[in-house]
């Protein structure tokens, strides 16, 4: 068998198994949300507290039909990516600073570990204080939740690198920034998509958490409004449609994970 057929070979193998996975993943929603159903219908379950799926896919159609839904899809969306994305580049910029002074590093340890273990939760009402009952401390809550985390991932990484690699290139007269771009950060870009997958999560939870706690849209907004009125089906529908974008935002982080290593391997 020569290397074409093996080669051909392995990719049918790698495509069958995807097949496999997403077949297992859609079997597993298909259950629960048939469960779900099933257990609501025969009073299983409370239908007033767990609502059901036909009763949420109804409430999202009308929601969407009248336009009252969209607008605070877009504000959550909006608050979440851009915390998302301040939180990661402002961890990267921050563990890309302690790399390169030890002794800033050294001064800012206790601080980095005592911010860890803070719940940022705990600060949003000194944000709204702070920055006013508007977007900015929104998307300032996912910030803090996610800059952390990213700061002391990427950090931990940078200095997981084998130090070989710098000393090769200092050997050949390399500054300490092309040492970084040409071999640190490159082989700690692993570690940084691992982040980016961690910080949908968490950007979505700051951003949800700030809209309970002052705002007038979204879908956290939303859910509180739920709660206030026993209405539960508009509870379940935006924790649905939440699940729904966070997966999206995941999905996408994994394409430009896949195309980041397909341009490393060329």
Known sequence: MNDK?????YQRGLKRESKIVLTWQLSILIIFI?????SSRLYWIDPL???SPSRVF???????ANGSLLSHIQVTLLETILGFLIGTIGGIVIATLLWASRRFARIMDPYLVIMNAMPKVALGPILIVALGPGYLSIIAMGFIISVIVTTLVVYSAFNEVDPNYQKVMLSFGATRWQCFKEAIFPSALPAIISTLKVNVGLSWVGVIVGEYLVSKQGLG???????????????MSSLVIIAILATIMYKFVEKIEQLLIRNRSV
């Open 5 to 9: 057929q093996l080669f051909f070979n």
């Open 34 to 38: 048939s469960l779900w159903e099933i």
């Open 49 to 51: 507290l767990f609502s």
């Open 58 to 64: 109804q409430l999202i159609i009308q929601r969407f």
């Open 221 to 235: 907004y939303l859910i509180i409004y739920g709660f206030q009125v026993f209405d539960f089906t508009l509870v």
